[in-house]
């Protein structure tokens, strides 16, 4: 694609007379509820400016939000793009991930290899965060620039982090983007870019909500708009210093004016309900559990979804004796005050890093002849918990089972942890022998002997010291490993159907622990190497499948299919002669679901030497790896109905929309050899 023609005036707003023509234990364990839901009082309070019937607007071509809509269905109702025609897919444009007014600016400007960005389609126009964390604006039909967001201070703010997607709200002829970027939430119109100078301080408010000399905030995620504010999570380093540290807070700001409307204490504090999961006051110290990945709201009931992730330390919780709410929790929040409604907790004194990694799922189901109005979150340990999402209340039975306790001095493991009777796990589970990769006899011995240095057992087995003897325990094998199971790409639902199709992983991780240097830290014990564990002749130490995606009527609770994704190691030199199957890969990718299809990639490929793999290099897959390839699926069988070879991975999720009465699919890809884009497909 040449590079778009981009007329320099303030704010980037070019082709403008074209869009001005565009118009306590138990209490812990479950769901709590702190006020009665008051839909009567929620449909009066709605407000018909809002961002909201995002779904509707995904139904009607468009392509509302991050996740297509505030409840994060990954789902368009398009079909012109179907079974019988999807071969005939050929590329539309490029995008690059930079606009090149940017690289005029600073022929120097460096920014990630990686993309996890996608944009929203609103009003005939596209928007989505570049390299550097900026709004660009472009024709969704050409790919071709219609505005760039300047930086604060010209070329010195130029410097910045890419972040996952941008927000939209309107009232009006007032339609507004919302972005974060560094420590700042920016309110631009929606038309040219330019800054709200009503909103915060000419046009941002200030995130940097923390004491002075905490952390500099920092996210990655996407702002929710709900009614009328707009709820920021943040990302925290996990790597402690000490077991003191700031918590993750959760702050919410009005769409109008930018001012701060609500906090939530991730972590309650003094007077509040679950500092008795806190023993010895523990809570008053104890730091992070913020919201690093991404929310979702019914902005009918006008509740917030938050999966609240690890507090300090995330591998070892000595000094954090209890339950620990509201680490590893999803909670839901009321919008307007950001007042609890209700919460579970899925992980208990959290020490496998198993944070709730993706946005809650709204769906509404039928369950035993009754029409259920629920959320689902998918975790890393590979579970879907699935909630009346008015209530909190289990859609089925969530057990509390006793699991494996640790020997660290100082730890104190819940001795139970959750475990949903439906669905069934959707990805292996447990470091077990039964478990080990056995293709052959001599891949399988040696896997045993790979495991017989470490610390192996079921899900939520602990982690384990690391012994300073070579041939000692070296830590705790974990599966799911630390980034799933599920993860941030999350899990797309069906409406028409009830079916939720979920990407996984098998990665195995290694948790171990080392004595924590009294002088630089006072943590009794700190997280080792945390590395990825490869299995016998660089093969996975686990059963295939590496990468997978599983279909589950949430009607039912009950699996329908499950395919593996992508090739995987049957290529190998001690598995060619096998003539195996799919074996999957591990990239992590994201779904997306039209009527009839579901698109997915292979996920990202910057763990392979170099970004890609050479054709000549046999594959191995112990790190979690994607590959080229792109997909779809027959969503009913699982078939594969058409494949592409891209340059790179994809690093985002895919989403589509209708322009100019044509079905696009676009998805972002790349890697440390291939500069990243977005890509887009139609027909011709």
Known sequence: MASPTIILMPFRFLRTAVMLGIASLLVACGPQQEAPAQEEQAAEQQADHVAGASTQAAQEGEWGAYGADTG??????????????????????????????????????????????????????????NGVGLVEAFNPGTGETIWVQEPVGGVEGLPGAGTRGVAYWSEGDDRRILIQRGTFLYALNADNGQPISSFGVDGRADLQLMPTGSELFRWGGVPMVVRDVVVIGQSMADTFSNKEAFRGDVHAFDVRTGELRWTYNTIPQE???????????????TGHAPVWSLFSADEELGLVYMPITSSTNDMYGGHRIGDNLFSQSLVAVDAETGDRVWHYQMVHHGLWDY?????????????????????????????????????????????ERPVAQSDVPGEVTSPTQP???KPAAFDRQGATIDNLIDFTPELRAEALEIVSHFVTGPLFTPPSIKSDDPNGTQGTIQLPGSQGGGDVQGAAFDPETGYLYIP?????????????????????????GRRWVAGPRGLPLFKPPYGRVTVIDMNTGEHVWMVPNGDGPRDHPDLVDLNLGKLGVPGRPSPLLTKSLLFLGEGLTNQRPGGRIPADMPVQIATNSGGPMFRAYNKESGEIVWETELEAGTSGPPISYLHDGKQYVVVAIGDRLYSPELVAFKLP
């Open 72 to 129: 994060n269905t990954k789902y368009t109702g398009l079909d012109q793009i179907n079974a019988s025609n999807v071969a005939g897919l050929e590329i539309a444009w490029r995008r690059p991930a930079l606009d090149p007014h940017f690289t005029e600016m600073n022929p120097q400007q460096r920014y990630s290899s990686t993309w996890s960005s996608a944009p929203i389609v609103r009003n005939g126009m596209a928007f989505v965060p």
């Open 271 to 285: 007077g509040q309900f679950g500092t008795a999961t806190w023993q010895d006051r523990s809570w008053a110290f």
């Open 355 to 399: 944070d709730p990694p993706a946005a809650p799922i709204l769906m509404d189901i039928t369950v035993d002849g009754e029409v259920v109005k629920a959320v689902t979150q998918i975790t890393k340990q590979a579970f879907a918990f699935v909630f009346n999402r008015e209530t909190g209340e289990p859609i089925w039975e969530i057990e």
């Open 419 to 421: 475990f949903p009777t």
């Open 504 to 528: 996984s992983i098998t990665s195995p991780f290694v948790a171990d622990l080392l004595p924590g240097d009294p002088e630089i830290t006072n943590l009794r014990y700190v997280k080792g």
